[in-house]
């Protein structure tokens, strides 16, 4: 083996390449996903709606991928995190990038075919907590041709002609003037649409829409927390979830936006949600008599035709640091004590692995996949967290894991029915939590991103230490797990596995790999000189197959943590394809990405300690959320502005004379005054560490 048989076409062609064990296996998931979508196209952004990020695809195999190469590149709009797992239906490859600018591909060739930007206006780039992304694109298959559906940073699900890119519908299916954004994929289930938002850290109320993706016409729509009682509940569930609500938590929103994960159930025809965290993050002030605060942090089931609420798992009960369960659901058939169990799959970002069954949402087992600190493990009889009571922080900064970041975030698993394995991109990360001294609805998190520089700086310095980052292949079944790929330091990409033996992953080290699914050996690596933080994807047009990625640094790590990847070199993002025998070459690494920016000092600082701690309450409400606790890292590292931004500080923060780049004008929050007062802070805070 190891070969190509060009002349092989179909699904025995790609048969034909595996070794004989293997085949079998694959001929056993051909059977099985002879019901499922067409194995050659990749048309739902799990490919398949239980979201196995799975392909039945093998001529890219273990013995083959030796081969593998770049076959075709297309150079990306904007440097901003490239999220977005791709689409492709019978030949063509639709991707989308940062302000849902979409671009349809000759999947093959690389031609474009057509581009289109749906003008997002740049004042969204300031609601979205974790950068201008986009985790890509839904297509319908329609009687009256196909239709690529965008679900806009603005709130807008529009559906695109998919052989033209001419807008067919667009619906707004949040209220422009509220602080609400879409970064998810849209999930078209036949037809309809489903679609959540985001916004728990902007101090709006989660919901889940289902569209018609003929009409664009709201079928129905499922909010995740109550809302106010004395404006009478919309059903029974807002109802029992208010009982576990005190106060006016509906002054700040609630939270539990559904802002990335959906799966979907044909058999059983129930949408599952994956919930988001409280707004704002600390409970006492959104419920101030505690309760768990239903439906955040929650798995829910709802009934696919009408929305109604089926059933819940809720894994972090009261949630309070961002502990979202919005991560990927899987849904499989597995085998456990020697019986056949419909499951549901999440590794959400509080560090435990659950296993549920996705008929009635039973929770099956629950194991830690990484080192966390704020729980010691879930009680069986309860299903409840057995939580650790220091976690639940006053003003003082404690040290949780794991941080905002979660284990796992939404940077997509994989899971394979050939060797019944996931595989979890897993992260170890530690974060100081510290409520602020008062809250105002709609203004910052309730929490604290300074004060206390002391601890703050031993809890930053125990992190930058302590945390790291690994590919995981971890076993269902025996919630443990079977190997590991460990990286220089945390935040590699998704994930894709295929029937060829193979999982495929961005690197943090700027590299795309490929590993064996069954043992992890890594039998393929290329340098891309960016990171694939994005899942890639498998296709076959005419007897070949690809895989493609999206090769571009950004997103919620580089937003709070980019000091901790200074040492990332990185080129122009890209979307990159490759196949066997491929031969394109990148061009040339850019000289400048290898010079490191020279410096310059702070300007002496002049103000009085007054000013400065005005400056730094304003700066962790309005800034910290992208530009890092204390001002350490974030989006831009505000402590090592230049000259030139020191000077056009008021422009930028104001004038939003940077609104293109996702820097939209705080003018509407901010006074002159309070403008001056966080860039005294940040003077302050760059001297401090000038020459660290
Ligand atoms: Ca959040």
């Not at 780039?125 to 694109?137: E, F, K, Q, S, Y």
């Not at 679609?195 to 995740?224: C, F, H, K, P, Q």
């Not at 493609?548 to 980019?562: C, D, F, S």
Request: charged share 20%; hydrophobic share 40%; with cysteine.
């Amino acid at each position: 083996m190891g070969r190509r048989f060009r002349n092989h076409s179909g699904v025995m062609g790609m048969i034909a390449q595996i070794r004989p064990g293997l085949a079998v296996g694959f001929l056993l998931l051909v059977a099985a996903c002879s019901q499922g979508p067409d194995p050659r196209n990749w048309a739902s952004t799990g490919r398949s709606w239980d979201e196995q990020h799975f392909s039945p695809l093998g001529l890219i195999n273990a013995d083959t991928v030796d081969e593998l190469g770049l076959t075709w590149f297309a150079d990306l709009n904007t440097d901003r995190g490239q999220e977005a797992t791709p689409l492709v239906v019978d030949g063509v490859l639709y991707n989308t990038e940062p302000w849902n600018i979409t671009t349809a591909y000759n999947a093959a060739t690389g031609e474009q075919l057509w581009r289109y930007d749906p003008q997002v206006p740049l004042r969204f780039g300031r609601l979205a907590c974790c950068d201008i992304v986009t985790r890509g694109l839904g297509f319908h298959a329609g009687e009256s041709g196909g239709k690529v559906i965008i679900g806009a940073l603005d709130g807008r699900l529009i559906a695109l002609d998919a052989a033209s890119g001419e807008e067919v519908w667009s619906m707004q299916t949040t209220d422009p003037a509220d602080r609400y954004t879409i970064t998810g994929a849209p999930r078209v289930y036949g037809d309809r649409i489903l679609i959540g938002n985001g916004g728990a850290e902007m101090g709006v109320r989660g919901y889940v829409s289902a569209y018609d993706a003929n009409s664009g016409e709201l079928l129905w729509r499922w909010y995740t927390v109550p809302g106010n009682p004395a404006d009478g509940f919309e059903n029974a569930a807002m109802e029992a979830a208010a009982e576990t609500w005190s106060g006016t938590w509906w002054q700040s929103g609630g939270g539990g936006t559904v802002w990335d994960a959906i799966s979907y159930d044909p058999e059983l025809d129930l949408v599952y949600i994956g919930t988001g965290n409280g707004s704002p993050w600390a409970r006492k002030f959104r419920s101030p008599e505690g309760g768990d605060n239903l439906y955040l942090a929650s798995i829910v089931a709802l009934d696919g035709a009408t929305g109604e609420y089926r059933w819940h798992y809720q894994t972090t009960p009261g949630e309070e640091w961002d502990y979202t369960a919005t991560q990927q659901m899987v849904l499989a058939d597995i085998e456990i004590d020697g019986v056949t169990r419909q499951v549901i799959m999440q590794a959400p970002k509080n560090g435990f692995f659950y296993v549920l069954d996705r008929a009635t949402g039973e929770l099956i087992s629950a194991e830690t996949i990484a080192p966390i600190n704020w729980a010691s493990g879930i009680d069986m009889e309860t299903g409840r967290p057995i939580e650790n009571p220091e976690a639940r922080y006053g003003t003082i900064p404690v040290m949780v894991s794991p941080g905002a970041g979660g284990a796992h975030n939404w940077n997509p698993m994989a899971y394979s029915p050939a060797t019944g394995l996931v595989y979890v991109p897993v992260t170890e990360t530690y974060m100081a939590y510290a409520a602020a001294e008062s809250y105002q609805p709609g203004r910052g998190l309730g929490t604290a991103f300074a004060g206390h520089d002391d601890i703050r700086r031993e809890i930053a310095d125990y992190a930058d230490a302590n945390s790291k980052g690994w590919l995981s292949a971890w076993d269902p079944v025996t919630q443990s797990e079977r190997w590991r790929v460990p990286y220089a330091q945390k935040g590699s990409g998704g994930v894709l596995a295929t029937a060829g033996n193979l999982v495929f992953q961005g690197t943090i080290g700027t590299t795309f790999a490929a590993y064996r699914a069954d043992n992890g050996e890594k039998v393929w690596e290329m340098p891309v000189q960016n990171v694939p933080i994005a899942a890639p994807i498998t296709y076959m047009v005419d007897d070949e197959q690809y895989i493609a990625v999206n090769a571009g640094w950004g997103g919620g790590l580089a937003h709070v943590e980019r000091s901790a990847y200074s040492n990332l070199h990185l080129g122009p993002p890209r979307l990159l394809v490759f196949k066997l025998g491929g031969s394109a070459q990148l061009p040339p690494m850019p000289e400048e990405s290898f010079v490191v920016p020279e410096l310059s000092p702070p300007p002496a600082p002049e103000a009085d300690d007054e000013t400065v701690a005005r400056g730094e309450a304003l700066y962790g409400e309005n800034c910290a959320i992208c530009h890092g606790n204390a001002a350490r890292g974030g989006v831009k590292d505000l402590r090592h502005m230049s000259p030139a931004t020191h000077a056009a500080f008021a422009e930028i923060v104001l004038g939003g004379s940077r609104a293109a780049n996702g820097m939209a004008s705080f003018a509407d929050v901010l006074t002159d005054e309070e403008s001056q007062d966080i860039h005294h802070y940040l003077i302050a805070r760059a001297n401090e560490d000038w020459g660290d």
